[in-house]
């Protein structure tokens, strides 16, 4: 299974009158033959929707026979491209917890325990600096103006070091402008054995 998005500006996607978010879809992808002929191969199972907020995430990074990652766990923002840096880090995350679940002989969810909070941890520090950078308030000169060590943190996470601490970071952001909190998700969902609840 696979979800399909499309990311553009809403006159571009609804362009000659086109309103309906599945004649959109379905428009953009004979648009695109690399696409098509990946999507050939499956058939639509759910509902075509357009939104606005772009920010998403998946109470879930693993099912028994399913992982989630990039995009599909949690997507961030596609103003700052971030999702590239993101996708990439949480397979090659995956690809070594696979690899030691295969050696291990336990692909259970449990064991993505690790796999779904490093992704997390990664996805909400990358969350906090988009937040920051669109508070029209808010401006990373001053923040390196007041505290000069925040420079390296910032390229840090900008550049795709986001498994760290920055609380030191936010903090100092946090005298411009208010960050989120982190959010719940990226959990694997466990069942409990029957008879146990």
Known sequence: MT????????KYLTRDGVKD??????REVEENLW?????????????YFITSEYRRRSRYCAAPGLLLLGDALAFLDPVVSSGVMLALKSGHLAGEAVHEGLVAGDLSPARFT????????GVENMRKLVHAFYDPK??????IKA?????????DCL?????????????????????PDDLPYGEPLVEEPAGTA
């Open 138 to 143: 808010f401006s990373f000169r001053e923040v």
């Open 114 to 121: 690790a796999l779904g909070a490093a992704i997390r941890q």
């Open 159 to 179: 550049s795709g070091d986001v498994n760290k601490d920055f609380s030191q970071l936010w903090s100092w952001i946090r005298e411009f402008v208010p960050l």
């Open 35 to 47: 696409i098509k002929d990946r999507l050939s191969v499956g058939a639509s199972t759910g509902d």
């Open 3 to 10: 979800s399909v998005g499309i990311v553009a500006e809403g």
């Open 147 to 155: 505290h000069p060590e925040a420079g390296g943190q910032i390229t």
């Open 21 to 26: 978010p599945k004649s959109i879809v379905h």
